[in-house]
């Protein structure tokens, strides 16, 4: 069994940041990937950034320049640093893991704020 803590979220003025940051209840080396991912009300759930094992990354147009995914592996963390904020960054944040044999397995979302 695999579990995801997710904490960070928050009310934050446009221009502003937040770090959202998912722990793993084992390493994460033990997953292909970690990801966030997003969804605002009425939209689906779409990828915003992912940090594969070996260290590679990719974001999402809307984010590229603004958001950096990054992890600790000691304390078996991913981080989504948000700098810049926008009022279309509003959404619940998940975080993602996907690894042999679990799938993907999701945390339990953080809401994201920001007001104009």
């Known amino acids: 069994q695999v579990q995801l803590v997710e904490s960070g979220g928050g009310l934050v003025q446009a221009g502003g940041s937040l770090r959202l940051s998912c722990t793993a209840s084992?390493?994460?080396?033990?997953?292909?990937?970690m990801a966030w991912y997003r969804q605002a009300p009425g939209e689906q759930r779409d990828l915003v950034a992912i940090?594969?094992?070996?260290?590679?990354?990719n974001y999402a147009d809307s984010v590229k320049g603004r958001f950096t995914i990054s992890r600790d592996n000691f304390k078996s963390t991913v981080y989504l640093q948000m700098n810049t904020l926008k009022p279309e960054d509003t959404a619940v944040y998940y975080c993602?893991?996907?690894?042999?044999?679990?799938?993907?397995?999701w945390g339990q979302g953080t809401q994201v704020t920001v007001s104009s």
């Open positions: 940090l594969t094992s070996g260290g590679s990354t």
């Open positions: 993602n893991a996907n690894g042999v044999p679990w799938g993907d397995v």
């Open positions: 084992r390493s994460i080396f033990d997953f292909n990937a």
